[in-house]
């Protein structure tokens, strides 16, 4: 069974970094490219962040670009996602995807001060 | 950036009666466009992938159809456990992009 598992969420000051962490299991991860997708408290959901199955190809949403950076250890089955400078408008449940198919549960990331 | 739209925002239904939501893209993404369900405090869950392809434990009352520009989602016979807001969402493109949604209600 697929199974994507984030952490690293929480509560962090503007300007604050956070490192968010997506454990996957059940499938070869090395063979899959992942997304990190989130939406904020009542709203729609806003993709944020691709990887390829090597890490050789990464793309990021405008809003985001220079801020946070996607990475992936094939070696641990994990995809990270390092948000730096983060703004009240961050604020939002972080889901990992492969690709379009399988999405984690989320991780809820507030910032406020 | 491609923009989806969606249609209905809101829809109350009653059980057993057929939903279509629609979804309009700005500009041609093919068959790059999937159809998700959200239930409250839950993550999305893929219903229909490239526009019209089925999706494995997904029940057959939902269907999808559409290339080019114009995509719907077909709920056939609701039932009452379908209360939830539906996306779409194209892969044609970067930016990915979601419609905004299509909360569905049951009377």
């Known amino acids: 069974e697929v199974q994507l598992v984030e952490s690293g969420g929480g509560l962090v000051q503007p300007g604050g970094s956070l490192r968010l962490s997506c454990a996957a299991s059940?499938?070869?991860?090395?063979?899959?490219?992942m997304n990190w997708v989130r939406q904020a408290p009542g709203k729609g959901l806003e993709w944020v962040s691709y990887?390829?199955?090597?890490?050789?190809?990464?793309y990021y949403a405008d809003s985001v670009k220079g801020r946070f950076t996607i990475s992936r250890d094939n070696a641990k089955n994990s995809l990270y996602l390092q948000m730096n400078s983060l703004r009240a408008e961050d604020t939002a449940v972080y889901y990992c995807?492969?690709?379009?198919?399988?999405w984690g549960q989320g991780t809820l990331v507030t910032v406020s001060s | 950036e491609i923009v989806l739209t969606q249609s209905p925002d809101f829809q109350s239904v009653t059980p057993k009666e057929k939903v279509t939501i629609t979804c309009r893209a700005s500009q041609s993404i093919g068959s790059s466009l999937h159809w998700y369900q959200q239930k409250p405090d839950q993550s999305p869950k893929l219903l229909i992938k490239?526009?019209?392809q089925s999706i494995s434990g997904v029940p057959s009352r939902f269907s999808g159809s559409g290339s080019g520009t114009d995509f719907t989602l077909t709920i056939n016979s609701l039932e009452a456990e379908d209360a939830a807001a539906y996306y779409c969402?194209?892969?044609?493109?970067?930016?990915?992009?979601f419609g905004q949604g299509t909360k569905l209600e049951i009377k």
């Open positions: 995807a492969r690709g379009i198919v399988n």
């Open positions: 969402h194209q892969s044609s493109s970067l930016p990915q992009t």
């Open positions: 059940g499938f070869t991860f090395s063979s899959y490219e």
């Open positions: 990887i390829s199955s090597s890490g050789s190809t990464i």
């Open positions: 490239y526009a019209s």
